[in-house]
Every structure is written in structure tokens, then in C-alpha cells.
């Protein structure tokens, strides 16, 4: 019996001891923990860490336990992950060093990442920088899925709102996030087939993301007649855009279904 105890303790304090570099109070359930931040539209701070990590122990024994850090940390979803027991996560998020920490937004988009060991001085203010980040992020998400309302709404009256989506779409397309652009994209597809011609003004955007949208859905809906250049300096562009807009406009050019 005494045997059996002494290999349970040492069974408990080896567990502890491989959970020693991840703060107190800090879950380890990366799924959970993203999910209710998620109902929660909540960032997550993802702290990537291993026991055998020296600058990991460091990092949770002086900085992480400074009042102004925790208090910082305590008011948001955190989470860390030992990348041994959860090599799928670290090659998700590309972690190739640790410490590494990972702010990301409700949704799961990565906002802002720092790796090595910080001391409050550079920790603090990296963290208060990347919830700025994150919080614009989120608020610029809201606003996206505001606008694509209004334009599936735009989009369902009638071809005479079209013209009036297109430009929510371009601004919509210059957004950095990935599936806000594809919504946007997909729409802008859709005023392709039932009028290119709208899309015209988008090649002469001087953003590269709307730009580079508006010459693949024409090129894919007007085949050899689209002979643009989006590359081309933007006199060049302006004058193409011209020319072809008559094209369209007279019946002989307009094209087929």
C-alpha cells in the first residue's frame, strides 16, 4: 500500500510538473476555449509553450504573473498549448519557436503573433496593441456583415440596384478578410452574369485587391473580349474601360449567356 501511494504521488507531481509552465488559471481546452469566446465575441490569447521550453518557464514565472499582465490576460478568453501533446495545433498556426503567443479574433483569424521571451516593458505593450487590433477587426467584420445584407438586399430588388451594390462590393473586396472577401466576390459574380458592364468602374480602381476581383470576373464572363490589362498604368486602364464599355453598350457587343 505504501508503494501504491508513493508511485500515485509520484504519478501527480510528474503531472504537474508537466503542466508546470502553463500558467494557474489558464485552460489548456483549445477548442473550448475558442468556441465560447467565439458566443462570446471574445479575442483568445494562444500561449505556445512545452515543458522543456526554459525561456516558456521564464515567460509564465516572471511576466505572465505581473500584476498588469494578468490583469490585461484576465479580462480576455486565454489558453495554452503544450505544441508536444498538440503538434496538429503548432503546424496549424505555423509555430516554429516558442514562446509563442497568438492572438486571435472571435471567428479563429490569427490578429497578431510575438515569439521569445518578453518582459513586461515588451510584453504589455504588444498585448495592448494586438486587443486594439483585434477589436477593430471585429468591428470591421460587423460592418462587412452589415454591408453584405444591404447589398443582398440591393442584389434581390431588382437590376437597377445593382449599380448601387457594386461600389459596397469593391470596398468589401479591399478587406484582408478572407471569407468577407469571398462573400464579396461571390456577389460581384453575380452582377457579372446579369450586367459585366457594371463592374466596369472597378478597373479603374486604384486598389489592388477590387481591382485584380473585377478583372478575373470579367475575364471569366467576357472571354476574348475582355483584353484589359489590369496591370496596365491607370490612363491606359482608363481608356481600355471606355472603349470596352462601348463595346458592350452597342447590340453587337453584347455578349452571350
Known sequence: ?????LLLLLATLGAASARADIPPGWSTDYAGTVAAAAAAA?????YFTATWCGPCKMMTSTTLQDAPVSKVIAGISHVGVDIDAHQDLATQYGVNSIPTFV?????????????GYEATADFLPWLNGALTEAQAFIA????????????DQLLTTGTGSMDQAVPKLLDLCDERDDAILQQATDRLSTVAKANPALLLDGLNDPRLAPLIAV??????????????DPWSDAPTR?????ALRAQLAAPQGKPGG
Open 1 to 5: 500500500m505504501k508503494v501504491f501511494r
Open 42 to 46: 471574445r479575442p483568445t490569447l494562444v
Open 103 to 115: 492572438l486571435i479574433a472571435p471567428g479563429g483569424d490569427e490578429v497578431e503573433r510575438t515569439t
Open 140 to 151: 470591421r467584420k460587423a460592418l462587412g456583415a452589415k454591408t453584405l445584407a444591404n447589398v
Open 215 to 228: 478583372a478575373n470576373l470579367l475575364r471569366a464572363k467576357l472571354g476574348g473580349q475582355f483584353e484589359i
Open 238 to 242: 482608363a481608356l481600355a474601360v471606355r
